[in-house]
Nanobody
Framework: VQLQASGGGLVQAGGSLRLSCAAS????????MAWFRQAPGKEREGVSC????????YYTDSVKGRFTISRDNAKNTVYLQMNSLKPEDTAVYYC????????????????????WGQGTLVTVSS
């Protein structure tokens, strides 16, 4: 599976962005999709994750109520709608997918993913 992330950019605090991650390849057998982010000098952090086929989605506490993960299976694309952005949301955002599901919020742990996009930079100015 190849993943192509896009949609990052510079936005003022309080603004919105929508990230996209398009999957391609000969075997699109992933069932779990996720977004991670890594700010300068910090470890990679799970932002949101969920099943490709619907059901509950999980979010890290700092983005709950502001970010929404969604998907368009016909386009093999996963999205991250980010509203009410804050300067602390500034980071490189990565999408990732996994073949098998994980229990609950375990899907926010990056060690379980083997397919990653290249990252897209989100900068939120104050």
């Amino acid at each position: 599976v190849q993943l192509q992330a896009s949609g990052g950019g510079l936005v003022q605090a309080g603004g919105s962005l929508r990230l996209s991650c398009a999957a391609s390849g000969s075997s699109l057998d992933y069932s779990l999709m996720a977004w991670f982010r890594q700010a300068p000098g910090k470890e990679r952090e799970g932002v949101s994750c969920g099943s490709r086929f619907g059901g509950h989605s999980y979010y890290t506490d700092s983005v709950k109520g502001r970010f929404t993960i969604s998907r368009d299976n016909a386009k093999n694309t996963v999205y991250l709608q980010m509203n009410s952005l804050k300067p602390e949301d500034t980071a490189v955002y990565y999408c990732a997918v996994r073949t098998n599901r994980l229990p609950g919020s375990t899907c926010l742990n990056s060690i379980y993913y083997h397919h990653w996009g290249q990252g897209t930079l989100v900068t939120v100015s104050s």
